[in-house]
């Protein structure tokens, strides 16, 4: 069965105290990663996709890789203004269909 | 360029009754798909329509149901309101041919 595990579950970081948010997926055949940022009691804005083991994405202090099991979205010398809920999704290759698993999300935190 | 739109922003309804949900995708966007978001929980699948016809529904019972008007826009429709219905109800787009979605801010429905 498709399954989409984010890593972890909560993070606090110092402002300028740089980390790594994981999501490892389980899926028949990858369409497609997702990456998204939600704040709370908003929607989700997207933020990078990667389709190919060893690809990379960057946007400003934010750094997606992809390997073939997971996804690391690397944030450098966050600010609080990163704070927010991050999201991971999969787009599997079922033939003729564009189905998307959300993994439950990493909340990170930023101190100042 | 307008973002996906939702309305509206809060709907406050009783155990039994029906409520209606309304989305307006990205120009030029021909799939809408709905999620629910449940406090706490990740995003759970909940129908998806592209070119006017349901393509495929997630693990929700019949009383959730809806539809994509000829201009794209969708409408969600959840008959026989339960307590547990009470989420936040996401919204996106997606073009044809590409594999990313846009999500709307959503509409808070409560039930009483």
């Known amino acids: 069965e498709d399954q989409v595990t984010q890593s972890p579950e909560a993070l606090r970081l110092q402002e300028g105290e740089s980390s790594s948010l994981n999501c490892s997926y389980t899926?028949?055949?990858?369409?497609?990663l997702f990456w998204y940022r939600q704040d709370p009691g908003k929607g989700p804005e997207f933020l990078f996709t990667?389709?190919?083991a060893g690809e990379e994405k960057e946007k400003e202090r934010l750094k997606a890789t992809l390997t073939k099991k997971e996804s690391f979205l690397h944030i450098t010398a966050p600010k609080p203004e990163d704070s927010a809920t991050y999201l991971c999704?999969?787009?599997?290759?079922?033939?003729?269909?564009?189905?998307?698993?959300f993994g439950t999300g990493t909340r990170l935190k930023v101190l100042a | 360029e307008a973002g996906v739109t939702q309305s509206p922003t809060h709907l406050i309804k009783t155990r039994g009754q029906q409520a209606t949900l309304r989305c307006s995708p990205i120009?030029?966007?021909?799939?809408v798909y709905w999620y629910q978001q449940a406090l706490g929980l990740g995003l759970q699948f909940l129908l998806w329509?592209?070119?006017?016809?349901?393509?495929n529904r997630g693990n929700f019972p019949p009383r959730f149901s809806g539809r994509q008007f000829p201009n794209y826009s969708s409408e969600l429709n959840v008959n026989a309101l339960e307590l547990e219905d009470s989420a936040l109800y996401l919204c996106?787009?997606?073009?044809?041919?590409?594999?990313?979605?846009?999500f709307g801010p959503g509409t808070r429905l409560t039930v009483l």
């Open positions: 996106a787009s997606r073009a044809l041919g590409n594999n990313e979605q846009f």
């Open positions: 899926v028949s055949g990858l369409r497609g």
């Open positions: 990667l389709y190919s």
């Open positions: 999704a999969v787009q599997d290759e079922i033939s003729g269909t564009y189905k998307y698993i």
């Open positions: 120009s030029g966007h021909t799939s």
């Open positions: 329509y592209d070119e006017g016809e349901e393509r």
